[in-house]
């Protein structure tokens, strides 16, 4: 009997050792070699400056790294587009954070679109990502109407798709005499740039209130149509201006 209770003595000694040994490994012994108390919650730094993303991964004591550079449409260049481990991940002391870095917009090279009309140069252009910006018209001795003469961005240079660049384009030779066009009708834009080409000035817009015409429309002109004017004169219109625009109008 004595025996047996040494025996379940030792049995509970046993016991106890290992429960207290599995203890220490489980909560001291393991926590110590993985350094699991050193872990770090890794910080958001996209969407910030290069400069400013290595600063708050430094002071976290995390190794910032660059990684590359893409080009990103909705990322200023110099700022960070991705980071790998994403962010709120745990890692450990100096873990490496790598960084991706926008180049800003993916840049082309400036087509050249001198001396080529304006409808071969909007495919160019939307090839190349790029948009009309202003358009404006001179009379050029070299250049037939509607081919352009002057671009605001300089060919070949380096410039982000979507740009937009201004085109000059010809009205062809300046004449000497003019039939002058008819303007009756017409848009208030659309009858200037008719003036325009055709060699003439615009002079005073005189502006008169009537609900039988769309607003903003040219219902008179000082020279009627068809005479021969001299180059450079000046031609008056009279435009509507209908206080019911944008309601059912009577032409």
Avoid: C
Wanted: proline share 6%.
């Amino acid at each position: 009997m004595e025996k047996t209770k040494h025996i379940l003595r030792d049995i509970g000694l046993a016991a106890l050792v290992i429960l207290i040994a599995y203890i220490a490994i489980v909560y001291l012994i393991l926590p110590l070699y993985t350094r699991h108390w050193q872990s770090i919650s890794v910080p958001h730094v996209t969407g910030i400056s290069q400069r400013a993303a290595e600063k708050v991964l430094q002071d976290k004591n995390l190794e910032p790294v660059k990684d590359i550079e893409k080009f990103d449409d909705r990322v200023p260049p110099g700022f960070i587009v991705f980071q790998n481990p994403e962010p709120d991940r745990e890692v450990k002391k100096k873990r490496r954070i790598y960084l991706v870095i926008s180049k800003g917009y993916r840049t082309i090279q400036m087509p050249d679109l001198i001396g080529i009309p304006i409808r071969d140069a909007r495919f160019s252009l939307q090839e190349n990502q790029l948009e009309i910006g202003q358009i404006e018209y001179t009379f050029h001795h070299l250049y037939p109407e509607n081919v352009i003469i002057e671009q605001s961005i300089e060919p070949g240079s380096d410039i982000p798709v979507k740009s937009k660049v201004d085109l000059v384009l010809s009205l062809g030779s300046e004449p000497e005499t003019i039939m002058v066009p008819s303007l009756t009708g017409n848009k208030l834009e659309e009858g200037l740039l008719k003036i325009k080409k055709a060699g003439l000035v615009a002079g005073h817009v005189n502006i008169r209130e009537t609900t039988v015409f769309p607003d903003k429309t040219i219902i008179n002109q000082s020279i009627s149509s068809g005479q021969i004017v001299s180059r450079g004169d000046t031609l008056d219109i009279t435009v509507s201006d209908n206080p019911t625009a944008g309601k059912e109008q009577a032409w």
